[in-house]
């Protein structure tokens, strides 16, 4: 089954600190990852994405690194700000269908 | 339009009653999804438009949900005989084509509640 699971559910950090979201992914062949952000109330906003192909890519403060080997991938979040405070999503692209992860909570206190 | 815009908001509705729900795509945008989001989950996938027929509905949860884009644009969720269970944010996303190659613009949704 394509499934998409993220890590941690949760997190609280100090604004100006640093943090990095987990994604393993099942889905086989996939075309691209994606990284979304859900501000409460809203739509998920893309972030980054990569290609099978693609080991980094890097959008301002936000890095997402991806192993296909591994089906493995990480959201680096540098240098946080009160305003990141959101849900980060993992989406992987399986031909036309978007699969989602449950997403990670984080909250960045002051 | 310049986003995805969803209507209405929020909806608050009776068990056993009918709601429809609206999402009006970007301008030009061929591929339409709706999604059901749930406390504390990811979106879960009802349905895919591609132009005005619905290219893949395995995802409605049952018959009582069912899903219209009559010409090609504009696109009603409706669910008949709402259930407790279906209390839940609808996304709707839009886009110029459906695949890896695409980028896809969601809306803030409608938070159904069922009372």
């Known amino acids: 089954k394509n499934q998409v699971e993220q890590s941690p559910q949760s997190l609280i950090i100090l604004e100006g600190k640093n943090c990095t979201l987990q994604?393993?992914?099942?889905?086989?062949?996939?075309?691209?990852l994606r990284w979304y952000k859900q501000d409460t109330g809203r739509g998920p906003v893309s972030l980054t994405i990569?290609?099978?192909?693609?080991n980094t890519k890097s959008n301002g403060r936000y890095t997402a690194t991806l192993d296909a080997d591994t089906k493995q991938s990480s959201l680096h979040i540098t240098a946080s700000q009160l305003s990141d405070s959101a849900s980060y999503i993992c989406?992987?692209?399986?031909?036309?269908?978007?699969?989602f992860g449950k997403g990670t909570t984080l909250s960045v206190s002051s | 339009g310049a986003g995805v815009s969803q209507t209405p908001s929020n909806k608050v509705t009776e068990k056993g009653k009918y709601v429809e729900l609206r999402c009006d795509p970007i301008?030009?945008?061929?591929?339409l999804y709706w999604y059901r989001q749930s406390l504390g989950q990811g979106p879960e996938f009802l349905i895919y438009?591609?132009?005005?027929?619905?290219?893949?509905d395995s995802g409605l949860p049952n018959d009582r949900f069912f899903a219209v884009r009559p010409e090609g644009s504009v696109s009603t969720l409706k669910i008949q005989r709402t259930e407790r269970g279906d209390s839940a944010v609808y996304l709707c996303?839009?886009?110029?084509?459906?695949?890896?190659?695409?980028?896809?613009?969601f809306g803030s949704g409608t938070r159904l509640t069922v009372v």
């Open positions: 994604c393993n992914y099942t889905v086989s062949p996939f075309s691209n």
């Open positions: 989406v992987v692209i399986f031909g036309t269908a978007l699969i």
């Open positions: 438009f591609q132009g005005t027929g619905a290219a893949d």
């Open positions: 996303a839009s886009s110029l084509g459906a695949g890896p190659n695409y980028g896809y613009t």
């Open positions: 990569m290609t099978f192909s693609e």
């Open positions: 301008s030009g945008h061929t591929a």
